[in-house]
């Protein structure tokens, strides 16, 4: 499903994060988003998915229009977002961190607990098969009754990405997944971003690296000071002159 941002602006105090910033994000596809430090990606973010409320302009779903719902209601229509640094929970082990993150489930209500057993177990057999798909997805069976917090930085980023999968999105706002990962690593989760993509999700990647742009974006944003400075395939992107000022350094040849 399409997600669209309008023109949207973004304050806090006296200062302008975003500017009249647009994108488009089309399912199927791995759009990128660059710029500087403080250039406004992570509030793009938190604009999207409702963590804050912009100022002026329009968030679309598809047809619909996400403007009056929160955070948790956006989650439900789809936006799916991760952070830079995972948020897990560390004392959890990894499977249980998946079914955490499974959203609304059967089993965490007590009406149905203790009325509904049957359908209770099924839900939970469920929840259980899907967190296994995961696991094995993202080749990380062996790790599935580990601690979280035992999780290298490239386990975290990856058990992270298995966590939004364990929610039904329509669109995926990943932010940073390759930072900290090992080349190894990193190629591994590349290739799953991509079949993400390709299973009729739109995905959205922040990331510094411009190899991964590269190879994993069809289309890029390019963000500095709040404002949207171009936008096209990774090579337009890369070999615009006020990109290349603004954030890759004069020195940058692509």
Do not use: W
């Amino acid at each position: 499903m399409q997600l669209r941002v309008e023109r949207v602006d973004k304050s806090f105090g006296g200062l302008k994060v975003l500017s009249d910033v647009s994108i488009e994000v089309q399912e199927g596809y791995v759009t990128g988003l660059i710029g500087p430090n403080g250039s406004g990606k992570t509030t793009l973010y938190n604009v999207i998915c409702g963590i804050h409320e912009h100022d002026r302009g329009s968030i679309y779903l598809g047809d619909e229009c996400l403007d009056k719902y929160l955070f948790h209601e956006r989650s439900q229509k789809g936006i799916i977002r991760t952070f830079q640094i995972p948020k897990l929970a560390k004392t959890l082990s990894v499977l249980d961190n998946l079914l955490f993150a499974g959203g609304d489930q059967s089993t965490e209500r007590l009406g149905y607990v203790l009325f509904r057993v049957r359908q209770t177990r099924a839900d939970l057999q469920l929840q259980l098969g899907q967190a296994e798909n995961v696991l094995a997805e993202l080749g990380m069976h062996h790790l599935r009754d580990e601690y979280a917090g035992n999780l290298s930085g490239g386990q975290a980023k990856l058990l992270s990405l298995g966590m939004s999968l364990m929610r039904d999105g329509s669109v995926y706002l990943l932010d940073e997944p390759m930072a900290g990962v090992n080349p190894a690593l990193a190629e591994f989760l590349l290739e799953r971003i991509g079949r993400l993509a390709q299973s009729g999700k739109a995905v959205v990647i922040v990331e510094h690296r411009m190899e991964v742009i590269s190879n994993v974006c069809e289309r890029v944003y390019a963000l500095h000071l709040g404002e949207t400075i171009c936008q096209g395939s990774p090579t337009e992107v890369m070999q615009d002159e006020f990109v290349r000022r603004a954030y890759l350094g004069l020195d940058y040849r692509g």
